[in-house]
């Protein structure tokens, strides 16, 4: 069995000390705003466009690089994390994998609006670092939500 990969982008977004997490219907798990990235895409600019998608704020990446002179080159932001995600998997065979790029970003307030289609507004919430240690969430969710609050703090 051939093993699809696609390439995904998440951000943890943070506002004053919290990041936001959605229930995910299919899965059922919290999981900060991400998807795939579009074949015209960046993988940060994905990023961006699924956190103003789901959740109707304007993030700004903490991870934006420095420019560098390159004639025919530019530098783009680095991820915080690359993680390789089994999605399908049949009778031991990985038939799908998501190449999952994570970044985090901050957001100017936590009023979430999500666009027509996206999961509803009742679906998000805001946790601290003690509400991700608390709750139950997946291991890498409580890591990557902490750093990324953590990173924020570190950044103002």
Known sequence: METTR????TVYVVNDGA??????DRLGIRIPPGGHVDRDELPHEAGRREVREETGLEPTLLDEPESVDAPDGR??????HHMLYDINVHDGQVGHQHIDLIYYATVPHRDISPAEGEVGVDAWEWY???????????ANVVRFGTEAIRAAADAE
């Open 6 to 9: 696609h390439f995904t982008a």
């Open 19 to 24: 990041t936001a997490l959605h229930e995910h």
């Open 75 to 80: 530098p783009l932001p680095e991820p915080r």
């Open 128 to 138: 601290t670092p003690v509400d991700l240690r608390d709750a139950d969430l997946q």
